[in-house]
């Protein structure tokens, strides 16, 4: 009998090893290789037919025609839409990736929901059973005649109920509960995904249904069975937040037929997801409201945040003492700490804020996380007023990304930004000079235009000078410490 082939793929990264090695050389995970079988190419394999090609011509690209009126299918979700590009292209595929439990599940019952009013659709539960999938449709009160459900798992079985139901959309919830059966290895391995997926987009394309693949990200960040899927589909949305909180960010990272710079906001309520039309209401709206104190807490400041064609208003809160620890802890929730790092050092250097013994906490209200550059500002006037133990006028609002020398460089967006801040009642706002060549109004909002963050800091606490010397050294002195705050009252020690 002869021997079966087999080789050890690694789950995390999809390196392939001829023996076994308890840790994967190309990205260094423990416990990631599994042996998977070969298969011969041969023409009794159904996955990889060896016939000779025939009718082989290639088009000139002037000849080919296109279909101007391209079908888009509308979600039911307005911003959603606008993430697909302005709709679901029928026969494309869409990978919807997410961490466990965030709602893709859910969003995916409210679309099928909303397709299935002029469509038919197959939605293919392989991790819940039918019942499972009726029960969470009740809850969210739907009610739709046009859906149908199975939980199968095997891909050749979904081709058989493809051809009994003509469905114009399938959703595949999720790909790593799917198995081909002439694979050998566990469904969620790197082969089982990889054919399962390729099997799908062969079956929408040739078939002309649209297909939602569901695909859970593992604890990295990738999707599982990795990457191996985002460049066999037409469209990668991702579906971002944090569980324990309302909010989620569907975001694409890919998209054949539109662009990756939109995003939908939506809420996670007990009726399922809703899109959030004005997010700076969600985030600001109370202390705009008067729903909280008007004075603003120390260490609080609103800042303006761009992602991708969007604009809202989030506040940031800082909390910094002196440390008890050999090393001063530095906390970041909803903000990436390395560029927490990076202001607290601004801030040290340029200003002569003594940062470097303090513990230093940031905090995003509202379970937002961001990475926009434009909010290093607001963040560094945030960490400056908790130091001096200073409020800010609540109607101003801080704009602009921090180089190393201090200098507030231009943002993205900046119409957009200010707008949002016009409409939401703000008086104020303060932004990179080189966004704005001349300051001036803006529909009611005054302009402040900046080169450097100490600017900001007079801005922000006016007064600072009455008890603490604030000295301003030659301004050409840009790359050693520029400014100097002179703290008589030991701020250090609060
Ligand atoms: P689910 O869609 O199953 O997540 P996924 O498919 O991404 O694994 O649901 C995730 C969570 O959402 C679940 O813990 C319960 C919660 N949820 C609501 O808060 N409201 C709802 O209407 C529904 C259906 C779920
Ligand atoms: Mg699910």
Redesign the pocket.
Known sequence: MSRVKSHYICQECGFKSSRYLGKCTECNSWNSLVEEIDFELKESNPLRTINEPKDIEASLLSDITLNETETRYTTGLKQTDEVFGGGIVSGSVILLA????????????QIAHNLSYKNQVLYLSA??SKQQVCL?SK??KLDSKNIFVDSQQNVLALEKLLNQHDVQFLIV??IQSMYHPLINSAPGSVSQVRECASFLVTTAKTKGIATII?G?VTKDGSIAGPRVLEHMVDVVLY?EGD?SRQLRILRSKKNRFGSTNEISILA??????KEVDNPSSLFIGDRLAGKTSLRVPSGCAILSIAEGNKSFLVEVQSLSGISALTSPRRVANGFDVNRLQLILAVLEKRIGLPLARQDVYINVVGGFEFSDPGGDLGVSIAIATSHFDRSLDPFVVFIGEIGLTGEIRPVSLIEKRLKEAQSMGFKKAVVPKGNLPTQGKFNGLEIVGIEYLTEALHIAMPNLESNRTLQKQSSSDHTSSQFNIIDNSNVGNR
């Open positions: 997410g961490d466990p439990g965030i709602g893709k599940s859910t969003m995916l019952t991790e819940e969470r809850r969210l919830d999720s569901v859970h579906f569980k996670m309520s007990e009726n399922g997801l």
